[in-house]
C-alpha cells in the first residue's frame, strides 16, 4: 500500500469543471478561451490542470516562462501554448523549437527571432503587447506600427495576435480606467487595421473583464483566477451586483490537507514557538502540525488564522516556523494523532477559503493560492 503523505493538495476537478463551462457559457463558442496555468497553475498544479481544462473545452493554455511552456510540450500537451511573460535572448531558439507563441515588446527579440526562423526554416507565432496604461510590458502607440513592420520583415514570423492587460480592474468599482485602457486597445487595432494589418486575435479580458465586460471580449479571453473558482476581488463581485446581473458561480478547487504530527498538554503560562509571542491563559492541549512557511502557510498566519480538525476551529498559537505550526485544540474532544487538518477548504461543515487567509495575511487570494509549495502532491478528486 501507498503511503500516506504527511500533507497533500487535492484539486477538486468536477469544480474546475464546473468554472471552466460558466466562462464559456459567457464568452460563446466561437471565442477563445485561454486557460493561465502560470505559477504552477495558481498553485494548483500545472500538468493537473492542462489536462483537465484542455477536456473541458479550453482551447489554449497560458504560461508565463519558457520553462512552463517546455514542460507541458514534454508531457505531450500539443494545444496552442502562449508565454505571457519575458523570453531571454538566449531561450529564443527552444521557443521555436517547442512551437510555443510568444508575446512580443522588444525590436531586439524580433531580430533574433528573424535569423533563427531563417536558419532553421521555421515559424513562430508572435502576439504583439500593446500598451495601454500598465505601464509593465507593451509597446506604445506611437511605436506599435514600426515595431508591426519589423515582424513583417521575416517570413519565419508570423504576426498572430495583438494583446494588453487591465492594470486597474479589480481593485475598484470605478472601471473608468479600465474603460481608458480598452478604448485605448481598440484605437490601436484599429489605426493598424486601417494601414492593411490583419490582427487575426485581439486579446484583452482577464477573469474580471470577462465577468464584467462583455466589450473586451474579442477574439479570446484569458482566465486565470476564476476559473480556479476563486472572485478575482470583493469588488468584482460587488460590480457585478450593481450591473444588476446574477453573478456567476464558482466553485473552489483547492484544498490543503495535513495530519497531527504531536498532541500535547501544556500548563498555563507555558509560552509557545519561536519569540515567546504566545503564552497559554489556561492550561492548553496543542495540535502540533508538519507544516510552515516553507509550505506556503504564511508567517503573517502567526497566532491570527486558525484550522479545522473534525469540523472545528482550532486556532493557531505563535509564530509560524519554517516547518511546524502549533494549535489550540483543547476543546476538541477526541483529536488523535494523525487526525486530518484542514488548512484549506471545507471540513465537517466549516471552511476556511484563499479569501479569508488573504484578508488575515492582508493580501489577495492570488498570493495565498500561488504560493503553495510546489512538492507538495497534488491528487486529484
Ligand atoms: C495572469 C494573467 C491573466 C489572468 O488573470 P486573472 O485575473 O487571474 O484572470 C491574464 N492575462 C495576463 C497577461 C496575465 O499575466
Known amino acids: 500500500m501507498k503511503t500516506k503523505p504527511m500533507q497533500w493538495i487535492e484539486i ?3 469544480a474546475l469543471t464546473h468554472n471552466i463551462h460558466q466562462f464559456r457559457r459567457l464568452i460563446g463558442k466561437n471565442r477563445k478561451l485561454l486557460a493561465t496555468v502560470k505559477a504552477n497553475a495558481y498553485g494548483h498544479g500545472i500538468l493537473e490542470v492542462a489536462k483537465i481544462v484542455l477536456q ?45 507563441r510568444l508575446t512580443v515588446y522588444n525590436p531586439e527579440t524580433i531580430k533574433r527571432l528573424g ?6 526554416r521555421r515559424k513562430i507565432r508572435l502576439h504583439v503587447k500593446v500598451e495601454t496604461g500598465t505601464h509593465r510590458q507593451g509597446i506604445r502607440e506611437e511605436d506599435l506600427l514600426s515595431f508591426v513592420e519589423k515582424i513583417q520583415r521575416f517570413p519565419g514570423l508570423i504576426l498572430e495576435g495583438m494583446s494588453s492587460h487591465f492594470a486597474n480592474i479589480e481593485d475598484t468599482k470605478d472601471h473608468s480606467y479600465a474603460r481608458f485602457q480598452l478604448d485605448n486597445f481598440k484605437k490601436s487595432c484599429k489605426k493598424l487595421e486601417e494601414d492593411g494589418i490583419a490582427i487575426p486575435i485581439k486579446h484583452i479580458a482577464c477573469t474580471a473583464a470577462t465577468i464584467l465586460f462583455p466589450e473586451t471580449y474579442f477574439d479570446m479571453v484569458r482566465i486565470g483566477i476564476g476559473m480556479y473558482g476563486l472572485w478575482p476581488s470583493k469588488e ?65 498566519f502567526s497566532s491570527v488564522s ?9 486556532p493557531v ?10 494549535t489550540d485544540v483543547t ?20 471552511s476556511i477559503t484563499a479569501d479569508d487567509l488573504a484578508a488575515l495575511a492582508v493580501t489577495i487570494n492570488y498570493e495565498i493560492v500561488t504560493r503553495i509549495n510546489p512538492r507538495i502532491p497534488r491528487i486529484i478528486l
Open 12 to 14: 477538486d476537478s468536477s
Open 56 to 100: 473541458e473545452g479550453a482551447d489554449w493554455l497560458g504560461v508565463h516562462s519558457i520553462d512552463e511552456g517546455i514542460l507541458l510540450r514534454q508531457k505531450k500537451v500539443n494545444c496552442p501554448i502562449l508565454v505571457l511573460g519575458y523570453v531571454s535572448n538566449d531561450e529564443l531558439e527552444q521557443a521555436i523549437k517547442y512551437n510555443l
Open 115 to 120: 535569423s533563427l526562423t531563417a536558419q532553421s
Open 236 to 300: 468584482t463581485y460587488l460590480s457585478c451586483i450593481l450591473q444588476n446581473r446574477k453573478p456567476i458561480q464558482l466553485k473552489p478547487v483547492l484544498s490543503w490537507k495535513t495530519r497531527i504530527a504531536q498532541i500535547k498538554k501544556i500548563p498555563k503560562g507555558a509560552y509557545v514557538g519561536y519569540g515567546c509571542t504566545f503564552r497559554a491563559t489556561r492550561e492548553t492541549v496543542l495540535a502540533v502540525l508538519p507544516i510552515g512557511y516553507y509550505d506556503g502557510y504564511s508567517r503573517d
Open 306 to 314: 486558525y484550522v479545522l480538525i473534525k469540523g472545528q476551529r482550532a
Open 317 to 326: 498559537c505563535g509564530r509560524v516556523a519554517m516547518d511546524f505550526i502549533m
Open 331 to 350: 476543546d476538541i474532544p477526541d483529536v488523535k494523532l494523525e487526525d486530518e487538518v484542514v488548512l484549506l477548504g471545507e471540513g465537517g461543515g466549516d
